[in-house]
């Protein structure tokens, strides 16, 4: 019975090991280094549209919180001054 | 007995001595944390999880391995990142940052370095893996591994590892670039703070309307910019206090665990040991580089118009690395100027870096579909 599990565990020790030798070879096949210089250009477009789109997309959030800002002061303003009139007129 | 003497025979045949050299950068990723306390939260499971998946005949990994299970439950779709980012964003105090908005512009600037070193890893490196490779420099780990993941880079191991160490190393890789880019006489510049007071109703629109803007712009980065902005509109609404603190705490806390633990699932050897590693690890510390240089050179460039000038060390707090890039820039403040207090503008520089890491993840992704 132990000579069975023995084999049994060498054969599937085995097996695995084949396997990870198998699915290693074909990982780092796409996992070298390569010189590719006719990718360069193409990406600095990338690099251009990713920065001016960073920078407009933080500008608009800059205004938009400037507005939310200014219309959230006016209207505690308003709410200061009526709650001021109405302490008045008690 | 017999597992024992296959597995020691294992780390003696072909490439067997590979796992010994990841267990000793398990080893040195754990000491890193420990002793050095970089980043402990993940370089811990980090390393451990490395020794763990680079034993011989591992059962934590495989088709029943649970670390693989947790894997593709919560890394592989991207589930474990969001939902720290729903923690992330309950810490965030977005105050400093909404009495002067137009900070967020040095947030923008310091994602250069992004982009630049996506230009230069697309020379050795296919366009998905250059634009995970570049992403790095987003300093965030959350974005780092979305995107790394939905742009299916072979190579999230050593970009997981460059993204946490880097961010860990800020201290040391930001001060002498500022020092190289900025005159004695600037870094002195005084910024006085004059504390607006920020409406809650502010506090509250501010990530609805940051999560409406981006997601129109760039839709891929709904999931990321949403979830962050979730997590700060649950500590800002002022209903869900207990929501808050266990996103704060008991959310994140267990999450990263988890993340640390089952990203080490692409720590194997055969994934790891490969030449591109170091070159990442290289452009890795290129990105943060250069987010640096964006930011000071855009604030250098605005004091040319500005009559109350900025610091221009404060653009270099854009950095993504929240708090440490904010408190780095203070510290090098006052030493040059013992009664220069910068930090309620580097940390608000600080968070509308971790706003624009975000929106540029999202935004890599668009522009690469």
């Not at chain 2, 780390?11 to 010994?20: A, T």
């Not at chain 2, 919560?74 to 720290?84: D, Q």
């Not at chain 2, 949403?226 to 959310?251: H, Y």
């Amino acid at each position: 019975m132990f000579n069975i599990f023995r084999g049994l565990t060498a054969a599937a020790a085995e097996s695995e090991i084949a396997e990870t030798v198998a699915n290693a070879a074909e990982e780092a096949a796409d996992m070298s280094i390569k010189w590719k210089p006719d990718d360069f250009l193409p990406s600095l477009e990338i690099m251009g549209k990713g920065m001016l789109c960073i920078f407009i997309v933080i500008g608009v959030i800059i205004a938009s919180v400037y507005l939310v800002t200014a219309v959230s002061k006016r209207l505690s303003e308003r709410k200061e001054a009526k709650n001021n009139s109405e302490n008045e007129n008690q | 007995m017999e597992i024992l003497y296959e597995s020691f025979l294992a780390l003696f045949q072909g490439d067997g001595w590979k796992y010994v050299v990841m267990w000793a950068i398990g080893g040195i990723l754990i000491f890193l944390a420990i002793k050095k306390d970089m980043e402990p939260t993940l370089l811990l499971p980090l390393g451990f999880g490395t020794i763990m998946v680079n034993l011989p005949f591992s059962g934590a990994i495989g088709e029943e391995g649970p670390l693989t299970t947790l894997f593709d439950a919560g890394i592989a779709n991207e589930l474990f990142p969001l939902i720290l980012f729903i923690g992330i964003g309950a810490m965030i105090d977005f105050g400093p940052l909404l009495s002067n908005p137009k900070l967020m512009i040095f947030g923008a600037a310091a994602q250069f370095g992004i982009f630049f070193t996506f230009c230069l890893a697309s020379l050795f490196f296919e366009t998905n893996d250059a634009a995970s490779i570049g992403i790095i420099g987003a300093a965030d780990g959350p974005t780092a591994i979305f995107v790394a993941n939905e742009l299916g880079s072979n190579f999230r191991g050593p970009i997981m590892v460059a993204a946490y160490s880097y961010m860990a190393l800020v201290p040391i890789i930001q001060p002498p670039v500022i020092k190289l880019l900025t005159t004695k006489k600037e870094r002195m510049i005084r910024m006085p703070y004059k504390a607006n007071n920020v409406s809650k109703s502010t506090k509250i629109l501010f990530p609805i309307i940051i999560t409406i803007i981006a997601g129109m712009v760039a839709p891929t980065s709904i999931a990321l910019v949403g979830f962050l902005m979730f997590g700060n509109l649950i500590r800002e609404c002022g209903v869900l206090d207990s929501l808050s603190e266990t996103a704060q705490k008991v959310l994140a806390n267990l999450v990263t665990i988890f993340l640390g633990l089952t990203i080490a699932v692409r720590m194997n050897a055969e994934e790891f040991l490969q030449p591109a590693t170091l070159l990442i690890l290289g452009l890795g510390l290129f990105a943060f580089i250069f987010d640096t240089v964006g930011g000071v050179l855009v604030a250098k460039f605005l004091n040319l118009f500005l009559k109350e000038k900025i610091n221009p060390m404060i653009g270099a707090a854009g950095i993504s690395a929240f708090p440490m890039s904010g408190r780095v820039v203070h510290k090098m403040g006052l030493k040059e100027d013992p009664q220069n207090f910068l930090l309620m503008h580097s940390i608000g520089v600080n968070v509308s870096g971790q706003i624009a890491s975000v929106i540029a993840g999202g935004l890599i992704l668009s522009l690469l579909a």
